[in-house]
């Protein structure tokens, strides 16, 4: 085995792990804003008769791009920050699981799911 | 961890001590609209429509107190002034104008953070016309950096977000100047002390502005996210 052999190699394998991370990345921050998640501290989403959970969705637009978001857009914003729409004013959580920022609180931790899809360990 | 209600109100106390605009200590006086000065600017220190204004030093006690503008010239601001009594539910928000008050030295007009807040857990009744602000405190991670548990660095994060309801259809500028200044409280590395501890400002999660939505029902808000972070001495309790 020559050493461009060996380079190949691990060529080979560090693009199976860059796949593998950016593919564990979007699975977490999908969770994250849907079940929330440890990780980020998101509370995910609210759940009344379960519409809104599932109207997330992930998917991979081409190898190198995910595609994260809702269909729900107004119900879902204000879901995310308590903003009543389309009128204004506060808007009440009525759920008793999930809560309110979860996409908010998924950017701001976005460095500690791309460690935690590194590390494997989530 | 963390004392997290000091963490809560020491963000909430860097929010109100905001100043958009201010005359400073200057001569003004009070006319019927509002307020008038013969030297410097309203224009020139910041004060633009649709901002909430608090003003001290007047002979006058009716023009004492809060208000919102409603027009600006270089030496005149317009202003309708409120008055509120009674409690959420069954509160009185009165209009009283200013009267007339010769001009006089030591008399302050600031535009800052609006007196009408929603904290957590706590009801408003908001004010035809009259800018308001709601507020999320948002503790979301918690988790021990360093070995051993018991005096281990611990390390906290969260949100604060502020949602400020301001007068529509006036444009952008009252919004966007106030929000702007807010953000300007919460730049990365700022520092806050909560009881013991320190709530810093991120840097690699900054405080982010949003964009001016007009409700519908006679409302634009604006939205300021503020991420933060604190460190504290794990404790593993006896």
């Keep these: 085995m020559t050493l461009s052999d060996d380079i190949k190699i691990f060529n080979e394998k560090i693009d199976v792990w860059d796949r593998d991370v950016f593919d564990k990345t979007g699975e977490l921050i999908y969770t994250s804003i849907v079940e929330g998640s440890a990780i980020t501290g998101a509370p995910g989403q609210p759940v009344d008769e379960g519409g809104l959970r599932a109207s997330w969705s992930r998917v991979y637009e081409d190898a190198n791009t995910q595609l994260i978001g809702s269909g729900l857009s107004s119900y879902n914003l204000q879901n995310e920050d308590g903003i009543a729409r389309p009128g204004g004013g506060e808007y009440k959580l009525k759920s008793p699981v999930g809560g309110r920022h979860s996409v908010a609180l998924t950017v701001a931790g976005f460095g500690a799911i791309v460690d935690a899809a590194k590390a494997g360990d989530a | 961890m963390i004392d997290l209600l000091a963490a809560h109100l020491a963000l909430r106390g860097r929010a109100t001590g905001l100043v958009v605009a201010t005359t400073g ?213 006896p």
């Design chain 2, 25 to 237: 200590s200057v001569t003004l006086s009070a006319t019927p609209t509002g307020f008038a000065r013969t030297a410097g600017s309203f224009l020139d220190d910041g004060f633009v429509v649709g901002m909430e204004i608090a003003s001290s030093g007047f002979a006058q006690a009716a023009n004492n107190g809060v208000g919102v503008v409603v027009g600006v010239t270089d030496l005149a601001l317009t202003v309708s002034m409120f008055a509120v009594s009674g409690a959420a539910g069954v509160q009185t928000i009165t209009r009283p104008a200013t009267v007339v008050d010769p001009a006089a030295a030591g008399r302050t007009i600031t535009a800052g953070f609006p007196s009408f807040r929603a904290w957590e857990n706590k009801p408003l009744e908001p004010g035809a016309t009259i800018p308001y602000v709601e507020e999320d405190f948002v503790p979301a991670t918690h988790k021990v950096l360093t070995a051993p548990a018991n005096t281990g660095l611990a390390e906290e994060t969260g949100l604060y977000v502020l949602k400020w309801y301001g007068v529509p259809e006036i444009g952008v500028a009252a919004l966007r100047k106030s929000n702007t200044a807010l953000a300007k409280l919460f730049t990365p590395g700022t520092h806050l002390a909560a009881g013991a501890d320190i709530v810093r400002m991120r840097g690699d999660a900054a405080v982010v502005s949003g964009q001016i939505l007009q409700m519908s029902t006679g409302w634009a808000v604006l939205k300021l996210t503020i991420p933060w972070r604190a460190y504290s001495a794990n404790v593993v309790a």
